[in-house]
């Protein structure tokens, strides 16, 4: 069935490098898009959002692109730490067809390796 | 501000049995929704409560159900337990609704079932 899924399970890169974290999504009636950073032993946190009337947002070290066209979403994190080690999520706000407010759908993650 | 809060951080539990959950969310956040997560599906929306009420459901049996109190807190109940429900379950509060908004995740019960 649909889902958003993620192209790289695991991305390893050093210290200082940019990473960059995909996401690929299915439904073009979601609106909404979310990054969550989960480090082990802990709940998802917030990283950054992006509404479908933008294809761009930044926030400190971390922008999120999204591109529509090819329904495509990418987490870009500079000068990536240590700190950021951890399996990032992309969720989708996917409204639903009748009724209620619609469905949140998580894509399964990518683990990111910062060696220092 | 304190965060969501979730206890018990773990429970063992046999086939057959019921589990009940709790999650307080962060003070004024009215939403609270749930969330399983497993290494084999990944997270997933159980469901949304909002003003004691339940808003939303994800695609899970009847097994699995919620209420909310008029302090917003939450619990999640899962009955005849089966094997496959063994997993991380978390929850997360927002002000307002769980769609459209960021949200803010406890650090999860951790469920295994023998």
Not at chain 1, 48 to 68: C, E, F
Not at chain 1, 71 to 83: C, D, F, N, V, Y
Not at chain 2, 16 to 41: A, K
Not at chain 2, 46 to 57: A, I, V
Request: with cysteine.
């Amino acid at each position: 069935g649909e889902s958003v899924g993620l192209h790289l399970p695991t991305l390893s890169v050093q210290e200082g490098d940019n990473s960059i974290i995909n996401c690929a999504y299915s439904n073009s009636a979601s609106d909404y898009f979310i990054w969550y950073k989960q480090e082990s032993g802990k709940g998802p946190q917030f990283i950054i959002d992006i509404r479908s009337n933008m294809d761009k947002r930044q926030g400190q070290r971390v922008t999120v692109l999204l591109n529509k066209t090819v329904k495509h979403l990418s987490l870009q994190i500079a000068a990536t730490q240590p700190g950021d080690s951890a399996v990032y999520f992309c969720a989708e706000n996917r409204p639903w067809e009748g009724g209620s407010q619609g469905n949140l759908i998580f894509g399964k993650g990518t683990k990111l390796s910062v060696k220092p | 501000k304190a965060g969501v809060t979730q206890t018990p951080r773990y429970l063992i539990k046999t086939r057959g049995q019921q589990v009940t959950l709790s999650c307080s969310p962060i003070s004024g956040h009215r939403s609270v929704s749930w969330y399983q997560q497993t290494p084999g599906q990944g997270l997933q929306f159980l469901f949304e409560y909002f003003s004691e009420t339940q808003r939303n459901k994800g695609n899970f049996p009847g097994r699995f159900s919620g209420r909310q109190f008029s302090n917003s807190r939450s619990e999640m109940n899962v009955s005849t337990l089966e094997l496959g429900d063994s997993a991380l379950y978390l929850c997360a509060s927002s002000l307002e609704s769980f769609w459209g908004s960021p949200l803010h995740f406890g650090n999860g019960t951790r469920l295994t079932v023998t």
